[in-house]
């Protein structure tokens, strides 16, 4: 009878131990496919960036070249400027899609987010090119 009774107390307890390793696993397996997720989205966003780096660079070595070459003082007016970035943006969201952009970065602004972006892309370009040219 006590064998029996320590018995039942033996497998409650194991139940009990069983159920709360599951539940600790469950909680581990969300935590790490919620660090998954957000690794995955940090690599889109990295390759967002790449892209509109790409698109600045190409852009620059092309087309805002030959418009400053026509340019009198070798210079882009600033609305020439604009409309080189704003090509840049509508470049950015035809590859990737807008649907896809929204998905990634929520319901901002997209245009200014990305315009955001793109400032940062040139900056970054003049200043390597700025750099590459000294040496």
């Not at 159920?19 to 967002?48: C, H, P």
């Not at 969201?93 to 929204?102: D, P, S, V």
């Amino acid at each position: 009878m006590l064998e029996g009774i320590l018995l039942k107390v033996a497998i409650s307890a194991g139940g009990a131990a069983g159920t709360w390793l599951i539940a600790q696993l469950g909680n581990f397996l969300g935590k790490l496919a919620n660090r998954y997720s957000q690794s995955t989205k940090l690599r889109f966003i990295d390759q967002v960036d790449d892209i509109i780096m790409a698109f600045v660079v190409e852009l620059a070595e092309t087309a805002v070249k030959e418009a400053k070459n026509a340019a009198g003082d070798g210079k882009l007016s600033k609305e020439e400027a604009e409309k080189f970035k704003k090509l840049v943006v509508e470049q950015v969201k035809k590859h990737f899609g807008i649907k896809t952009l929204h998905k990634l970065f929520g319901n901002s602004d997209l245009d200014l987010l990305l315009k955001a972006k793109v400032e940062k892309a040139v900056q970054l370009n003049k200043e390597s090119q700025a750099y590459f040219s000294k040496k």
